[in-house]
């Protein structure tokens, strides 16, 4: 075949690659509705968003706790399998919260004391400047993943916030968590306000200080858990 034959044949084939590659279609945008049975379809718009395609859209329907999604069926077939593992009864959670006033020995000779576990003294103690620990309040408050829970704790200590879903990597958020105090005769003061995420079976510790220097924070100190609180065994007499 001469050179000439020979470029023309690449150039037809050239065309007729190109000419198939423009004939396939376009994927079709397909509309999929997922209504949730037992979890909020709020609570899932973020686990949806990162799996849609560039064409992908995800729409929010309140009222009917549903989520219709459109997008490509090579992304649906990611997204609804997410959605179904998704959608399960609640399961029971479990925080411990302790809200103690921490401070830095100022004396000698110097004398160390804690309201705390000794273990949970002995991490604070590696972690935190400070040498003494006085329980202001505490409380073991239980749930189920999506409830909002109100509490109000010892001297004049209040909680609020709303359980999140716990997900694979065991982590749950805790959203618009919320501690104020009220004195007597006194406004309510907030101390802390924020979403707040936990990881299961770890303990988190958050201070409130004027500053690093402070001889003394305020810090609450929490430990979350899977399940119901263990009952206590009875005892017959």
Request: glycine letters at 6%; one cysteine or more.
């Given at each position: 075949?001469?050179?000439?034959?020979?470029?023309?044949?690449?150039?037809?084939?050239?065309?007729?690659?190109?000419?198939?590659?423009?004939?396939?279609?376009?994927?079709?945008?397909?509309?999929?509705?997922?209504?949730?049975?037992?979890?909020?379809?709020?609570?899932?718009?973020?686990?949806?968003?990162?799996?849609?395609?560039?064409?992908?859209?995800?729409?929010?329907?309140?009222?009917?706790?549903?989520?219709?999604?459109?997008?490509?069926?090579a992304?649906?077939?990611?997204?609804?399998p997410a959605l179904?593992?998704?959608?399960?009864?609640?399961?029971?959670?479990?925080?411990?919260?302790f809200?103690?006033?921490?401070?830095?020995?100022?004396?000698?000779p110097?004398v160390?004391?804690?309201?705390?576990?000794?273990?949970?003294?002995?991490?604070?103690?590696?972690?935190?400047?400070y040498?003494?620990f006085?329980?202001?309040a505490?409380?073991?408050?239980?749930?189920?993943?999506?409830?909002?829970?109100?509490y109000?704790?010892?001297?004049?200590?209040?909680?609020?916030?709303?359980f999140?879903?716990?997900?694979d990597?065991?982590?749950?958020?805790?959203?618009?968590f919320?501690?104020a105090?009220?004195?007597?005769?006194?406004?309510?003061?907030?101390?802390?306000?924020?979403n707040?995420?936990?990881?299961?079976d770890?303990?988190?510790?958050?201070?409130?200080?004027?500053?690093?220097?402070?001889?003394e924070?305020?810090?609450?100190v929490?430990?979350?858990?899977?399940?119901?609180?263990?009952?206590?065994?009875?005892?017959?007499?």
């Amino acid at each position: 075949m001469s050179p000439a034959l020979r470029s023309l044949v690449s150039f037809l084939w050239v065309l007729a690659l190109a000419s198939t590659l423009t004939a396939q279609p376009a994927a079709e945008v397909v509309l999929q509705a997922f209504t949730f049975r037992h979890q909020r379809a709020s609570e899932a718009v973020a686990l949806v968003s990162p799996l849609l395609s560039p064409k992908g859209t995800v729409e929010l329907q309140p009222k009917g706790n549903t989520l219709v999604i459109r997008d490509t069926q090579a992304a649906l077939s990611r997204i609804v399998p997410a959605l179904r593992s998704f959608d399960h009864p609640a399961r029971a959670m479990r925080l411990e919260i302790f809200i103690v006033r921490a401070s830095r020995n100022t004396v000698s000779p110097q004398v160390r004391h804690s309201d705390l576990p000794e273990q949970l003294t002995k991490r604070l103690r590696d972690l935190l400047a400070y040498d003494n620990f006085d329980m202001e309040a505490q409380a073991r408050l239980g749930g189920v993943e999506g409830q909002q829970v109100i509490y109000e704790m010892g001297q004049g200590y209040k909680v609020s916030f709303r359980f999140g879903n716990l997900t694979d990597d065991q982590r749950v958020k805790l959203s618009s968590f919320r501690i104020a105090r009220q004195g007597e005769g006194q406004p309510e003061k907030i101390l802390l306000q924020a979403n707040v995420p936990l990881q299961c079976d770890q303990t988190m510790s958050l201070g409130l200080a004027k500053s690093e220097a402070s001889r003394e924070a305020l810090m609450m100190v929490m430990t979350l858990r899977e399940g119901d609180a263990p009952r206590r065994k009875r005892i017959d007499p």
